[in-house]
Nanobody, 117 residues
Framework: QVQVVESGGGLVQPGGSLRLSCEVA?????????MGWYRQAPGKERELVCF??????KCTDAVIGRFTISRDNSKNTVYLQMNNLKPDDTAVYYC???????????WGQGTQVTVSS
C-alpha cells in the first residue's frame, strides 16, 4: 500500500528556513511520478507551490528565489527547501505524487508550517 509521509514542518520566525521531506513508501517507478508540494492556508484554497517532473522543476511566483524543490529517486523522496520564510507562507503543506500516464495521484496527510515572531 502506497504511503505518502511528509515531515519537517514546524514553527519558525520570519526570515528563517525549513526543509520539508516527503517519502513515498511502496511506490514503484517513483522517477516517473510528478512530485508536487501544495499548501493550504486557513480559509484559502489549496495551491501548488512547486513541482518536479523528471529534470524539470518549477515554483509559483510567490516563492521563486526562496523555495527549492529537489528529489532523490533512489530514496523515493522529494524535498522542499524553504528560505527567507514569511508569515504568508503559513499553511499546511501537502505532498502529491501524480502519475500522468494513468491519471491518478497520492496525497500525504500534510505538515503544518507556521511563520511567526
Amino acid at each position: 500500500q502506497v504511503q505518502v509521509v511528509e515531515s519537517g514542518g514546524g514553527l519558525v520566525q520570519p526570515g528563517g528556513s525549513l526543509r520539508l521531506s516527503c517519502e513515498v513508501a511502496s511506490l514503484s517507478m517513483f522517477e516517473i511520478y510528478v512530485m508536487g508540494w501544495y499548501r493550504q492556508a486557513p480559509g484559502k484554497e489549496r495551491e501548488l507551490v512547486c513541482f518536479s517532473n523528471g529534470s524539470s522543476r518549477k515554483c509559483t511566483d510567490a516563492v521563486i528565489g526562496r523555495f527549492t524543490i529537489s528529489r532523490d529517486n533512489s530514496k523515493n523522496t522529494v524535498y522542499l527547501q524553504m528560505n527567507n520564510l514569511k508569515p504568508d507562507d503559513t499553511a499546511v503543506y501537502y505532498c502529491n505524487a501524480k502519475n500522468l500516464i494513468h491519471n491518478y495521484a497520492f496525497w500525504g496527510q500534510g505538515t503544518q508550517v507556521t511563520v511567526s515572531s
